[in-house]
């Protein structure tokens, strides 16, 4: 073979991690459509000032209209239609989607940095500390997590924050274990003997060395931890104890409509969609993260 010949053959450039990640990111189509609806809900969120039509607390004359792309006799100028008070549903769920990622966003920070941290040093020191943490975090896991959280509002009050403040401490287990288990599968691996031998300190060998190497799973559950979040604090608004009225909640609209659900459905069907489909973006897009990220599933 000539050497033009041998010349013009090369092997394809290798990709640089985030492309190769992303690349087995779209390959899960359902992934990559959570993530668009998830951006477009982003975008929404951050300017509902300009994009939601109306104020949400804000009271019309007419209470109850129908949405007028489905039913004559509708108004234009509310395009999803009004609850019980006169309010614009569309301006309500627009501005709640703002409170739920705000909220998803606060309580995966707060058991997220709780989690990793109890789940760092229970797998790291071992022994007594190990076993003190694993069996607090197992009394945690006997007991259901929402029954847990609805305790927690009960003793601090019903309010958005001590909501979020018991979400956040009834999603630690999940972390705790997860950091755990993947701290013991790393800590005897050949890097980490080499980086103690070269006299790294505890705290470098937890934070620097190990951590790194257990995001993976960690941005998984992150993300898992979102749609989780929603779902429990919209759980929480629907009993009463979490965001109070006139906030413009999803779980608390669904408890203000719930005696119109036979003669206005529109009250009821929009915010659970709302809830539903936020929730379901946030899981196929954390499975489209644990495809790329997980050596194992990659092609």
Known sequence: MSESVITSIQAPA???????????????????????????????????????????IEQARDALLMPPAWLEGGSWNYMLGTDDVG????????????????????????????????????????????????RVIDIMM??????????????????????????????LPSYVRLTRASVLNEINRDYVTASRVAGAGAWRLMLIVILPNCVAPLIVQTTLGFSNAILDMA???????????????????????????????????????????????FNLMGDGLRDALDPKLKQ
Do not use: C
């Open 14 to 56: 290798p990709q640089t991690p985030l492309r190769e990640f992303w690349t087995n990111f779209t390959r899960n189509k359902g992934a990559l459509i959570g993530l668009i609806y998830i951006a477009a809900v982003l975008f929404i969120s951050l300017f509902a000032e300009w994009v939601a039509p109306h104020n949400p």
């Open 142 to 171: 006997a007991m259901p997590s929402l029954l847990l959280a609805i305790a927690i509002v009960a003793v601090l009050g019903p309010s958005l924050l001590n909501a979020s403040f018991a979400i956040a401490l009834v999603s």
């Open 87 to 134: 309010r614009d549903i569309l301006s309500r769920l627009i501005h709640g989607a703002r409170l739920s990622l705000f909220i998803g966003l606060l309580v995966v920070s707060l058991s997220f940095v709780l989690g990793v941290s109890l789940g760092l040093i229970a797998g790291y020191v071992g022994g007594v500390v190990d076993i003190a943490i694993m």
């Open 235 to 281: 759980a929480l608004g629907f009993l009463g104890i979490g965001a109070q009225p006139p906030t413009p909640e999803w779980g608390a609209m669904l408890a203000d409509a719930l005696q119109f659900v036979q003669r206005a459905w529109w009250v009821v069907t929009f915010p659970g969609l709302a809830i539903l489909l936020t929730v379901l973006a």
